[in-house]
């Protein structure tokens, strides 16, 4: 008889596992993400004539084509150092990286030496700000200020939508999964020069392959828009958002751009939509997330936890799921939050896995805390800056968990379907909650050492206060003279006596 593999075995087995996938779709996605962001680098060297780059991971480490791709956006030369040594690629990162920020490019604990010692995930970052400000924000900024909208992606979401209203087998309501068919964007492209092909070819094409590859060639050939996506890359079950961005921008370019308040709104009832959700979300998880991140950036406090108060990693989800039992209650939890498609639920548990694996990578990077005053400022702040990120994320996590026993409480799904739902929003929760937790330890810990090293300066400067005091009353007790010789004696002595300290 085969022995019983115990539970926690199990559990640790299945977070392993779904880990590993998770993992596997972020180093897709990255590897999605670093060819198409080098197409489109090469695209901007291509304009300027100048040779494209190779690898997008070790091209830009010497700070030189980074330099270069920021002459061809900003249309002025730039400055580059003439040696190869680390002490100049930083020179060269560090200079693209403060023009970067006269131009108002929202970056995020980026750093000089990041770039320059490779790091992929930072250079992915680095490029898709840029791609942003200028693509992005750069083409969608008349548009925006006309209809004083401030989210770019909300209005070329909103132009889609406009756009590709007539064609019922499209629903763009996001940048990933809605353009995996291929059928968005060949209706973009139709609806504005429907004289280039007949819809009915698209239609007859029976892969997302083939139509997506369709799409690319018509506004490759007839707009001049740079193949900037593989269809391959595209047809999966969730697309790589800023790729599909940066490429619809593109189309948004060279199309007709008119767009109506209309349109606007409508993708603003989308978002209410969605918000609704999450506040009724936030209204049952109130008590579990009680302990919340307290940042109090002008003083530098933290308030923490106290030991008891702790989570202990149960998901809070399963409780709830539990309590919605009978077809009334049943009826009033769908009724408020509508139906989760199970496809909906795996696409949103991915994305905030992703960012969570990612998360976990940044506190885990984050050096031992310094000794030196001034080390520790900086490491603080620098980690403020991670927990301000990670409370702006609290509310994904909750949304997915809510999704997931929303899925569990409409009874429809299999006994093994359930199991895996639960073994994954147990492994969502578990992980956010050790995260949440570890990094209001190290903020705890950052202030005590920070206040511990400030309280010692502050001794030190005290102590040569009460010894300099002491030497001012006894000088007040000497008497000078009784010449000139002995006075400057006396002077000289002091001299020695104020510099020793």
Same mark, same amino acid.
């Given at each position: 008889m085969a022995e019983a593999v115990p539970f926690d075995d199990q559990r640790d087995a299945a977070e392993d596992e779904f880990g590993d996938i998770i993992k596997t779709r972020t180093d897709e996605r990255e590897d999605v993400q670093k060819k198409t962001f080098s197409k489109w680098i090469n695209s901007q060297f291509s304009k300027a004539g100048k040779a494209p780059i190779e690898d997008l991971f070790t091209d830009l480490c010497d700070g030189r084509r980074l330099l270069e791709l920021l002459e061809g956006l900003i249309r002025h030369e730039l400055v580059k150092e003439k040696g190869f040594t680390r002490v100049h690629s930083l020179n060269n990162v560090n200079r693209a990286l403060q023009i970067l920020q006269r131009n108002n490019v929202e970056l995020v604990n980026i750093g000089g030496a990041d770039i320059v010692d490779g790091n992929h995930k930072l250079i992915l970052g680095l490029i898709w700000s840029i791609i942003l400000h200028w693509q992005v924000k750069g083409v969608l900024k008349d548009l925006m200020a006309g209809l004083?909208?401030? +989210? +770019?992606? %909300?209005?070329? $979401?909103?132009?889609?939508?406009q756009s590709t209203k007539a064609y019922p087998q499209v629903n763009v309501v996001n940048f990933s999964s809605s353009w995996e068919d291929g059928l968005a964007f060949n209706a973009l492209i139709h609806s504005h020069r429907p004289e280039l092909f007949e819809w009915r070819v698209v239609e007859e094409k029976s892969s997302a392959l083939d139509r997506l590859e369709h799409a690319f060639s018509m506004a490759e050939k007839h707009l001049g828009i740079d193949r900037l996506l593989d269809p391959e890359d595209v047809a999966t079950t969730h697309p790589d958002k800023k790729s599909i961005i940066m490429y619809v *921008? +593109?189309?948004?370019? #060279?199309?007709?751009? &008119? $767009? *109506? #308040?209309?349109?606007?709104?409508?993708? @603003? *009832? $989308?978002?209410? +939509? !969605?918000m609704t959700q999450e506040e009724f979300m936030q209204s049952h998880i109130q008590h579990h997330y009680s302990q919340q991140i307290t940042v109090n950036v002008s003083q530098g406090r933290v308030r923490s936890p106290s030991p008891s108060a702790r989570p202990h990693y149960k998901s809070y989800v399963f409780t709830q799921a539990s309590?919605?039992?009978?077809?009334?209650?049943? %009826? !009033?939890? *769908? /009724?408020v939050l509508g139906t989760v498609g199970l496809e909906a639920y795996q696409s949103a548990l991915e994305e905030v896995l992703t960012w969570l694996l990612s998360a976990e990578d940044g506190l885990q990077s984050q050096p031992p805390i310094s000794t030196c005053v001034e080390e520790v400022k900086e490491q603080f702040h620098t980690h403020e800056g991670y927990m301000i990120e990670l409370t702006s994320h609290q509310g994904n996590v909750g949304h997915v968990l809510q999704m997931g026993a929303q899925i569990l409480a409409e009874g429809s799904l299999s006994e093994e379907e359930e199991r895996e739902i639960r073994e994954q929003m147990n492994l969502l929760n578990s992980r956010w909650e050790h995260l949440r937790v570890s990094s209001m330890e190290r903020q705890s810990r950052l202030h005590?050492? $920070?206040? @511990? &090293? /400030?309280?010692?300066? &502050? %001794? /030190?400067?005290? @102590?040569?206060?009460?010894?300099?005091?002491?030497r001012i009353k006894k000088m007040a007790t000497q008497a000078l003279g009784p010449d000139l010789e002995n006075i400057k004696q006396q002077i000289e002595e002091h001299k020695v006596s104020v510099w020793s300290q």
């Open positions: 004083q909208q401030t +989210s +770019s992606e %909300k209005i070329l $979401l909103s132009w889609v939508r *921008t +593109s189309l948004f370019q #060279m199309l007709p751009h &008119l $767009l *109506t #308040m209309e349109a606007i709104q409508e993708v @603003d *009832t $989308l978002s209410s +939509s !969605r309590h919605i039992q009978s077809p009334e209650q049943r %009826k !009033r939890h *769908t /009724q005590e050492v $920070l206040m @511990d &090293l /400030q309280h010692q300066q &502050l %001794k /030190q400067l005290n @102590d040569w206060l009460e010894f300099t005091e002491a």
